[in-house]
């Protein structure tokens, strides 16, 4: 079985109650942007739903143009204020790109949500004495290095904005306590090269955290949990979770109020362990 975390339900983490449509509305009178990556579907496309549902203007990305525009204009449907922008989190050029768009037409941006993710070694056939050098440049190349990058890329527009918000879209599989433990229903699931990349996604929160420390950008690592999405054949056919219940976890991250703590690790049933 693989999993992003342990199965919960929606909303059932809320340390601080009510905050969700404030953090985006009343943003010194100002609706607030989000930006979404690997926002086409699953739990990118629930998030951009749900983040808009906030009153936000939610830029939603992904690496095909005309599914990103398809995502945008079902959520347009709903009556939601929904972008669709091509990005590719393993192009620079792409990067750079998007970083030129949103800084001409919305001039900053107040909500990052690196959620692009692979996990290629759930549908690996090749035998390996361990691991696939070649599965871990892949898996690296859009889990941590596309999320650097992008973060990168985007930050000086996020420092423009009164309350910046990084979300990083991890998993309880990244976490060291939870993969030494033999209580664990993961323990048995061995994904080096998935496992490591969110481990290491984990350390850019804290990392980033610290930088950010003197700025009013809050970074949090989010969990939702077993979600029924396309990452891995077993998601779609056994997880228990919609992609909208599971957006709540992200949706708390991207609305943390101005007193909430920066550098966590949180599923929505809580504090996760490192």
Sequence with gaps: MVAGGYPVERDAFRS??????????E?????????????NRGLGFASA????????????????QTQADEAASALRAEVLDVQALSLEVTSPTSIATA????????????????????????????????????????TFATNVFGAVAVTEAFLPLLRRSPRGRIVNVSTTMGSLSDQAD???????????????????LNSVTISLAKTLADTDIKV??????????????????????????AAGVVL????????????TFIDQNGPVAW
């Design 99 to 138: 970083v030129d768009h949103v800084q001409q037409h919305q001039g900053r941006l107040d909500v990052l949500v690196n959620n692009a993710g692979v996990l290629p070694e759930a549908t690996d056939s090749t035998e390996h004495e361990f691991a696939s050098p070649e599965m871990f440049q892949t």
């Design 182 to 200: 033999p209580n664990s229903p993961y323990y048995q699931m061995i994904v080096p090269a998935y496992q490591s990349s969110k481990a290491a």
């Design 27 to 39: 943003m010194g009178n100002r609706m607030s942007i989000a930006l979404i990556t690997g926002g």
């Design 16 to 25: 601080w109650p009510d905050s969700g449509d404030e953090a985006h509305v």
């Design 252 to 263: 708390t991250g991207a609305t943390l109020p101005a007193d909430a703590p920066s550098g």
């Design 220 to 245: 949090t690592s989010v969990c939702p949990g077993f979600v029924q999405t396309d990452l891995t054949p077993v998601n779609r056919v056994q997880a228990p979770l919609t992609a909208d219940q």
């Design 49 to 64: 739903r749900a983040l808009a549902q906030t009153g936000s203007c939610v830029i939603l990305t992904g690496r095909d």
